[in-house]
């Protein structure tokens, strides 16, 4: 039997690098290989309430952004299911269920949910629905049978924790469920990209993004203001290559043929990293080498997302097609659940 994945992102804003080589790339490589059985991507709308309920405008708003940033980048309805979370009642069925099979306690131990928390800052007030997120990433996945999450690696606690409440269940009421193996990017430094800062993963509550429809000059703008060595004020003074936000950039984007259309003096990224380290590269060159790294990579993505949003009815169509193909799905599978639980009163 060949592999059902699904995947997915909150609709909280524009996408960004972030994301393209945590998880984008990723899916594009197994769309593009095509072994699988089935392909889901949820616009994970109901996740995104739990901490924007004042303000469901914004989340509406930006399921029409991450869908065209989704085919922007290469992903293809034809290939892949795309669907909206919330208008899949049956998540909220399997979520119920499965909520009797783990504590509190150990939702708040959670390392994904305890550094979210943390950024946002809730105090004393947490929402439940967010200390429960890991509860309804489970029934996502257990509600299309899927086998194989792709995910960055701060997601990896929830998969584990996905993993055990499938495996409580299924103690419970006879092997029913699949248990989620996660698949990590190939490329250590994708795991969590940092921010153009180098403190923090880039995200968008921090304000440290490039995302994938930036203009030129907003590109070549973050680019040049990235953190690299402080300690390397002058050109001939040696540099540190760890730590430093421009190579760790290098490391995740460059290519040889990067090499030797915009940085030919140089033959590999080992040759550019022995040079800043013992002295007489500048800064503003590694700079400049990554932005027109950045811009070729991200110029067609910007251009196809543009004539992607000449026809929002379209992408809607593209949702609204995928989404009732999940529903049916999801209801089969909720049926075989009340059924292995013995709750199926009238079949």
Known sequence: MKDIILTGDRPTGRLHLGHYVGSLKRRLEIQNKGEYEKFYIMIADSQALTDNFGNVQKVRDNVMEVMLDYLAV?????????????????????????????TLSRLERNPTVKDELKQK???????????????????????FNANIVPVGDDQLPMIEQAREIVRSFNNLYGKT?????????????????????????MSKSLNNCIYLSDEPDEIRQKVFSMYTDPDHIHVQDPGKVE??????????????????????????????????????????????????????????IRERRKEFAKNPDAIMKILYDGTMEA?????????????SMGINYFN
Do not use: C, W
């Not at 629905?129 to 489970?138: D, E, M, N």
């Not at 990017?185 to 921010?195: A, F, H, I, K, Q």
């Not at 049916?328 to 009340?338: D, F, G, M, P």
């Open 177 to 201: 469920l699949i248990e989620p193996k996660a698949v990590l990017p190939d490329n250590e430094n994708s795991y969590r990209l940092v921010g153009i800062d180098g403190k923090a993963k």
């Open 74 to 102: 290469g992903l293809d309805p034809k290939k892949v299911n795309f669907f909206i979370q919330s208008e899949v009642s049956e998540l909220t069925e399997f979520t119920f269920y499965y909520m009797n099979l783990v």
């Open 243 to 300: 730590g430093n936000t421009v190579f760790t950039y290098l490391d995740v984007f460059s290519r040889p043929e990067h090499f030797e259309k915009f940085l030919p003096e140089y033959k590999s990224l080992d040759e550019l990293k022995a040079h800043y380290s013992r002295g007489g590269l500048g800064d503003m060159k590694i700079k400049k080498f990554l932005n027109e790294i950045l811009q070729e990579l991200l110029a067609p």
């Open 121 to 143: 800052d809730f105090n004393n007030s947490i929402p439940m629905g967010f200390l429960t997120y890991p509860v309804s990433q489970t029934a996502d996945i257990t509600a």
């Open 327 to 339: 529903r049916e799905v999801a209801h089969e599978n909720v049926i075989k659940l009340k059924t």
